[in-house]
């Protein structure tokens, strides 16, 4: 399969491989919002491909507005930070669906384009086992407000991508006030991931 441009670094993704390579037989349902070109879907495939995750009839939902942004456009034509794979030129607000399409080619996924992931309705579709949120910082408690109802307390596993995860003190923040409270479990965390276990049935609210 060819590889996209990515902005995610190799260790983050090796790690989400053998996490998905490891629990992709105990998964049914996995939701991953922000998933740019696919960097990050064909690497959690390539670990899923090792389980029994598709032959058991596991769902992927992919969510993202797949419009290219200015930052975005640039990145793919020039190369961001943990930059590999192909430069692609792509404009300011062309679709980008057609190129994630591409990129994961074959893939069983259920395609969510949406304007925005953190305004639609609650999910409410079968609960998601796995997580992955790589979509803005601004509105990712909101996202995660959309989805949490259908997590399930002590099964589902959240991942949240960000580069500068560890130096976004709104963020450290957040994450040990969650973890206070009992809402979640953090699991595993670098300078670019943290992975939570949700723990209590259904927060009165996720705050940012
Ligand atoms: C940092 S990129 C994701 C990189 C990707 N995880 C990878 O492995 O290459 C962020 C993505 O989130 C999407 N996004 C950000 N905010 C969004 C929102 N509110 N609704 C829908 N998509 C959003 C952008 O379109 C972009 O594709």
């Known amino acids: 399969m ?8 190799e260790p983050t993704y090796a790690y989400m491989e053998k996490w998905a390579a490891d629990h992709g037989s105990d998964m049914k349902c996995i939701a991953e919002v922000g998933c740019w070109f696919g960097g990050g879907t064909q690497r959690i495939w390539e670990g899923l491909k090792r ?3 598709a032959a058991r009839g596991g769902e992927y939902h992919c969510f993202d507005r797949w419009v290219a942004s200015r930052r975005g456009a640039r ?9 590999s794979g192909p430069h692609l030129d792509v404009a300011e607000g062309e679709d980008i669906l057609p190129y994630f399409t591409r ?9 969510h384009q949406e304007d925005d992931c953190a305004g639609g309705p609650p999910w409410h579709g079968p609960p998601p086992d796995w997580f992955i949120l790589d979509a803005c910082k601004q509105t990712r408690a909101k996202v995660l407000r959309r989805f949490y109802g259908d997590f399930v307390p002590k099964g589902t596993i959240i991942t949240l991508l960000d580069l500068w995860w560890l130096s976004c003190r709104e963020q450290r923040k957040w994450a040990k006030w969650a973890t206070r409270e009992g809402y979640l479990e953090c699991i595993s ?17 996720i705050r940012s």
Request: proline share 13%; charged share 15%; hydrophobic share 40%.
């Open 2 to 9: 060819t590889r996209p441009p990515v902005l995610v670094d």
């Open 51 to 53: 389980s029994e995750f």
């Open 75 to 83: 990145k793919a034509a020039t190369g961001g930070v943990f930059y």
């Open 103 to 111: 990129f994961t080619d074959g893939l069983p996924l259920t395609i």
């Open 189 to 205: 965390d670098s300078p670019q991931w943290i992975f939570f276990r949700v723990t209590s049935p259904c927060p009165v609210e």
